[in-house]
Structure formats: structure tokens, C-alpha cells
């Protein structure tokens, strides 16, 4: 997730001209911007602005536009795009933030419909976009509203040297997660002749771990594709917190503690990437940024497998409240009775356009998020660490000759990319959170309570309980009704409810 550095450890990467891949100039020689501005709000750099502000200078040469990009801390964002375009003031033309807030902004009329440009739009190949990214991530309520710029998910991954010398297979489900810990935990993984650790995860309070508890309950509480959902009832709004499938979950997610650190409570996401570069870790929970992450470090450079995260040969039976064996009915889209429902964490940051912009603007604006998203730019930008951009495109996984000339060996990217792949392409990815309220629903109540279990404060029946509990709250202050319809949205349904 990029809300955090790329790179720990003082290894930040100097920002570089992005100058590979380039569309030529004759594909835009129509585009005439001249004496037009577009102000982009974003984080601050280099990371995600940093190259935003690189295109934008591409683009000026191209078609003359002047984009400007102005940047915020990522808490500040929201609340500035919110009062800026519902005031009225309308000095941001656009924005490159998390796709979770823009269902509620067009739910409020405050961001354009983008389906009519995408619809006459020959750079963008979309068909190239994968599916979660192109029919759930940039939709809503079935039109375009976001242009995608960065692909956020979790994947699992595990040392491929380790698991060799101990004759372990790469685990598919939670079950062989156990088995292969259970062989490699306390072995020296670095060489320092120290022993090291299974797995390690970022579970410190208020640092993310709503997200990596989230991965590991997927699989148990979604079963029947992308429009299921995870994360409340698509007809009444209840949460789907309080059932078998998560008191599973919590159990798994507690009992991998015991093949971690034992500080681990207290580690965030950058003790934890500092760990594994360090080469203490065998298996681990993360966004995309693992593996080129790894070409900074002499200890496990390419040296790190992926995959889609485990998955669960048990599974929340909703209509009788049980927890199941997988069956065709039950899991259409288990693998080998295992059913695997990678997660949209974060789901990556997204590109879209205040309503109200002068036309010429809006335009001018698409135009520029087109260049950015269309494969000649986004299929070497991915492949930059400083840029804070994941794949979302198929032809991104396709190509390895971009990845080879970032430093990853044929072999290694070759992994990296068919886990990416595997995740994207299952019909069963699950989507994170994207209506009114999210952060309430996940990083102050989920995480609260996720906090209190993990220290043993509470037990798993009272953290399911008063989750439910707090989430029907923040359902019922935004207004049932009116979430069920925007939940609904962001799964690609109907509004209409039975």
C-alpha cells in the first residue's frame, strides 16, 4: 500500500525521468491543450505525485497542456476534495487518490462520468485492463468514473531458497501454510547463524492490520464471486463479521503469531519490511512492492516467490450460518476443493475528475489520465519502485522485458508476475471497502477490536460481537438504505434490492 514509503532501510530511490515507453507524438498530434491548466491533487511525492508531475511534463510536450500537481498529507486528501468540489470552489480539477472514496463522492455528483471518453478512446485499450480493475476499481453502478494508475492487493510470498532446502512445496491453502511453518520456523534464513522466522506480519494497532486480517478471512467469507462481497449482507446491510467463516479466520490469524517475531504486536509494515530485506522471513502478507523491493537488498534479491494468498477448504455456509467443506454448489470457483478469494486491499490509487471542471478541462484532464493508464506509459511505470505503481494490465504480465531491465532475473520475474496474475484473473477476488464511513467500518472499529483480540483482551465471539455492533452503527448514521445502495454499487449490482 502506498499510504507508507516504498522503500525503508534509507534506501529511497531517487526519482528518475520516467522516459521509457512513450507514446509517439503523432498519436496525440490532434490533442491541442495549449493555455489550459489542470491542477491534480495527490500525496506528496516522489512517490505516486512524483510521477504524475514526470508525465505531466511528457504530456505538456505532446499537447501543450500545463499540468500542475499540488500535494497533501494522504489524511488531508478527502476532506479537501470533499469541501473543495461540494463548496463549489473548484480550484482542483482532479485528483489521484484511493478508488475507495469515489463512490460516495459520485454518489454526492461530484465526480464525472467518464464512460463516454473511455467509449471513444483508442489509446486506453481497456480490454487490456484486467477485470477487477477495469469492471469494479474504475466503475460505478456500471459507468466509468476512475481511471486506474496503480494496482493494490495483497499476495502471499514465500523465500523460494528456503522452501528448497527444506523440501517444501509453496502453500496453497491455510492448512499447508501450518505444515511448511512448521519446517522452516527457527531455521537460519540470512546465514547470520541466528534463527529466523516462518512468517512475519505487520500486527501493531492503527498501522494497517485491518487489511492483512481481511486476507485471511477472504476465502472463508466469500465464495460466489467478486459481486458476493465480503463485507455486508447485499440485501439487508448487516455485516458479514459475526459467523464461523471469521471466528476461523481469527483462530489461523492468531495461531501464525506463533512463527513470527515475538514482538510482532508491535511491528508496523516498515519493522516488517526491513525484517524480510534482512532476510529473517520465509513466508509473508504484502502489497505488490515485495519483490522490487527485494532488488535493494544483497540478502534476498530475487529470491522471493508469489502467489495468490492461501485459501480455505472450509468455507461459510450462509444460508445455514455454518462453517462447510468446499462443494461445487458452495465454492464454483475453488481450485482442487480449495477456495482462494484474493484481496482488493487498499485497491490502489485512482485517477478521476471534479464534475464541475471547465469542459475544456475535463477533457483535457481525461486525455492526460488516458496517456498515463494506456500500456506504452503504465507498463514501464509499474516496473519503476520509486513511482509507487503495481500491474493492473494484462500486457503488463505478459512482457518481461521491462522487469528485466529493472533487475529482476527471467526467473524471478516470472514468478512475481504469474502471482500477480493468478490473483487478478480469480473470479472470486474480493473488493475492499468503498462507501460512505469506510474508515470508521475498518481502521478505527475492525482494527480496534482486531487490536484487543490479538493481546488477548478479548475473546474472538466478543470481537466479532462488538465489530457487528459498531459497524450496524455507522451503517444506520449514514442511513441503511443509502449504503446498501452504494454497496451495491461498488459489487457491480443493481440498486434495486428483493
Same mark, same amino acid.
Given at each position: 500500500?502506498?499510504?507508507?514509503?516504498?522503500?525503508?532501510?534509507?534506501?529511497?530511490?531517487?526519482? /528518475?525521468?520516467?522516459?521509457? &515507453?512513450?507514446?509517439?507524438?503523432?498519436?496525440?498530434?490532434?490533442?491541442? #491543450?495549449?493555455?489550459?491548466?489542470?491542477?491534480?491533487?495527490?500525496?506528496?511525492?516522489?512517490?505516486?505525485?512524483?510521477?504524475? =508531475?514526470?508525465?505531466?511534463?511528457?504530456?505538456?510536450?505532446?499537447? &501543450?497542456?500545463?499540468?500542475?500537481?499540488?500535494?497533501?498529507?494522504?489524511?488531508?486528501? #478527502? +476532506?479537501?476534495?470533499?469541501?473543495?468540489?461540494?463548496?463549489?470552489?473548484?480550484?482542483?480539477?482532479?485528483?489521484?487518490?484511493?478508488?475507495?472514496?469515489?463512490? !460516495?463522492?459520485?454518489?454526492?455528483?461530484?465526480?464525472?462520468?467518464?464512460?463516454?471518453?473511455?467509449?471513444?478512446?483508442?489509446? *486506453?485499450?481497456? !480490454?487490456?485492463?484486467?477485470?477487477?480493475? @477495469?469492471?469494479?476499481?474504475?466503475?460505478?453502478?456500471?459507468?466509468?468514473?476512475?481511471?486506474?494508475?496503480?494496482? =493494490?492487493?495483497?499476495?502471499?510470498?514465500?523465500?523460494?531458497?528456503?522452501?528448497?532446502?527444506?523440501?517444501?512445496?509453496?502453500? @496453497?491453502?491455510?492448512?499447508?501454510?501450518?505444515?511448511?511453518?512448521?519446517?522452516?520456523?527457527?531455521?537460519?534464513?540470512?546465514?547470520?547463524?541466528?534463527?529466523?522466522?516462518?512468517?512475519?506480519?505487520?500486527?501493531?494497532?492503527?498501522?494497517? %492490520?485491518?487489511?492483512?486480517?481481511?486476507?485471511? /478471512?477472504?476465502?472463508?467469507?466469500?465464495? $460466489?464471486?467478486?459481486?458476493?462481497?465480503?463485507?455486508?449482507?447485499?440485501?439487508?446491510? +448487516?455485516?458479514?463479521?459475526?459467523?464461523?467463516?471469521?471466528?476461523?479466520?481469527?483462530?489461523?490469524?492468531?495461531?501464525?503469531?506463533?512463527?513470527?517475531?515475538?514482538?510482532?504486536?508491535?511491528?508496523?509494515?516498515?519493522?516488517?519490511?526491513? $525484517?524480510?530485506?534482512?532476510?529473517?522471513?520465509?513466508?509473508?502478507?504484502?502489497? &505488490?512492492?515485495?519483490?522490487?523491493?527485494?532488488?535493494?537488498?544483497?540478502?534476498?534479491? %530475487?529470491?522471493?516467490?508469489?502467489?495468490?494468498?492461501?485459501?480455505?477448504?472450509?468455507?461459510?455456509?450462509?444460508?445455514?450460518?455454518?462453517? =462447510?467443506?468446499?462443494?461445487?454448489? *458452495?465454492?464454483?470457483?475453488?481450485?482442487?476443493?480449495? %477456495?482462494?478469494?484474493?484481496?482488493?486491499? #487498499?485497491?490502489?490509487?485512482?485517477?478521476?475528475?471534479?464534475?464541475?471542471?471547465?469542459?475544456?478541462?475535463?477533457?483535457?484532464?481525461?486525455?492526460?489520465?488516458?496517456?498515463?493508464?494506456?500500456?506504452?506509459?503504465?507498463?514501464?511505470?509499474?516496473?519503476?519502485?520509486?513511482?509507487? #505503481?503495481?500491474?493492473?494490465?494484462?500486457?503488463?504480465?505478459?512482457?518481461?522485458?521491462?522487469? *528485466?531491465?529493472?533487475?529482476?532475473?527471467?526467473?524471478?520475474? /516470472?514468478?512475481?508476475?504469474?502471482?500477480?496474475?493468478?490473483?487478478?484473473?480469480?473470479? +472470486?477476488?474480493?473488493?475492499?471497502?468503498?462507501?460512505?464511513?469506510?474508515?470508521?467500518?475498518?481502521?478505527?472499529? *475492525?482494527?480496534?477490536?482486531?487490536?484487543?483480540?490479538?493481546?488477548?483482551?478479548?475473546?474472538?465471539?466478543?470481537?466479532?460481537?462488538?465489530?457487528? !455492533?459498531?459497524?450496524?452503527?455507522?451503517?444506520?448514521?449514514? &442511513?441503511?438504505?443509502?449504503?446498501?445502495?452504494?454497496?451495491?454499487?461498488?459489487?457491480?449490482?443493481?440498486? /434495486?434490492?428483493?
Amino acid at each position: 500500500m502506498k499510504r507508507l514509503s516504498k522503500f525503508v532501510l534509507g534506501a529511497i530511490l531517487p526519482m /528518475a525521468a520516467l522516459i521509457g &515507453g512513450q507514446v509517439s507524438a503523432k498519436d496525440y498530434a490532434d490533442m491541442d #491543450f495549449s493555455g489550459i491548466t489542470v491542477t491534480v491533487l495527490s500525496r506528496p511525492g516522489p512517490v505516486i505525485s512524483g510521477a504524475v =508531475d514526470e508525465r505531466g511534463k511528457q504530456f505538456k510536450e505532446l499537447t &501543450g497542456l500545463n499540468v500542475v500537481v499540488e500535494e497533501l498529507p494522504y489524511s488531508e486528501l #478527502f +476532506n479537501k476534495i470533499l469541501t473543495d468540489w461540494s463548496q463549489g470552489t473548484n480550484s482542483i480539477d482532479a485528483a489521484v487518490t484511493s478508488s475507495a472514496w469515489v463512490p !460516495e463522492l459520485v454518489d454526492m455528483g461530484l465526480v464525472a462520468n467518464l464512460e463516454e471518453f473511455v467509449q471513444a478512446d483508442t489509446n *486506453l485499450k481497456p !480490454e487490456d485492463i484486467t477485470t477487477y480493475f @477495469r469492471e469494479f476499481n474504475q466503475k460505478v453502478n456500471g459507468d466509468t468514473y476512475t481511471l486506474t494508475l496503480d494496482g =493494490d492487493f495483497h499476495m502471499f510470498y514465500y523465500r523460494t531458497d528456503v522452501l528448497n532446502r527444506f523440501s517444501q512445496e509453496p502453500p @496453497r491453502s491455510w492448512d499447508e501454510w501450518f505444515a511448511v511453518a512448521e519446517a522452516i520456523n527457527g531455521k537460519d534464513m540470512n546465514g547470520d547463524g541466528e534463527p529466523d522466522y516462518a512468517s512475519c506480519q505487520f500486527k501493531k494497532r492503527s498501522a494497517q %492490520n485491518y487489511f492483512v486480517i481481511m486476507s485471511v /478471512a477472504a476465502p472463508y467469507l466469500q465464495t $460466489m464471486g467478486t459481486s458476493q462481497g465480503l463485507w455486508l449482507d447485499t440485501e439487508t446491510g +448487516n455485516p458479514g463479521i459475526n459467523n464461523p467463516g471469521m471466528a476461523e479466520a481469527l483462530r489461523v490469524y492468531k495461531k501464525m503469531g506463533d512463527y513470527g517475531p515475538p514482538d510482532e504486536l508491535n511491528m508496523d509494515i516498515a519493522d516488517i519490511r526491513s $525484517m524480510y530485506l534482512a532476510g529473517r522471513c520465509g513466508m509473508l502478507i504484502e502489497w &505488490g512492492d515485495t519483490s522490487p523491493l527485494a532488488l535493494e537488498s544483497d540478502v534476498v534479491r %530475487n529470491l522471493w516467490g508469489a502467489s495468490q494468498m492461501p485459501g480455505s477448504t472450509k468455507v461459510w455456509n450462509r444460508d445455514t450460518n455454518t462453517l =462447510d467443506d468446499c462443494n461445487p454448489t *458452495l465454492c464454483p470457483h475453488a481450485e482442487d476443493g480449495i %477456495n482462494h478469494s484474493p484481496f482488493g486491499a #487498499f485497491g490502489g490509487w485512482s485517477a478521476y475528475i471534479n464534475k464541475n471542471a471547465d469542459p475544456k478541462v475535463l477533457e483535457a484532464a481525461y486525455q492526460f489520465f488516458s496517456y498515463m493508464n494506456a500500456p506504452e506509459q503504465s507498463n514501464y511505470d509499474v516496473t519503476q519502485g520509486w513511482t509507487g #505503481f503495481n500491474p493492473y494490465r494484462t500486457s503488463q504480465f505478459e512482457n518481461l522485458d521491462n522487469w *528485466l531491465d529493472a533487475g529482476f532475473t527471467r526467473a524471478s520475474a /516470472a514468478a512475481y508476475l504469474n502471482g500477480l496474475k493468478e490473483s487478478l484473473n480469480n473470479p +472470486n477476488f474480493s473488493s475492499d471497502l468503498k462507501i460512505p464511513g469506510a474508515a470508521q467500518y475498518t481502521s478505527v472499529i *475492525l482494527d480496534r477490536e482486531l487490536a484487543r483480540y490479538l493481546a488477548g483482551e478479548i475473546s474472538a465471539d466478543q470481537m466479532m460481537s462488538n465489530v457487528e !455492533e459498531g459497524w450496524n452503527e455507522v451503517t444506520d448514521d449514514f &442511513g441503511r438504505d443509502r449504503q446498501i445502495k452504494l454497496y451495491r454499487g461498488m459489487l457491480g449490482l443493481s440498486a /434495486a434490492m428483493n
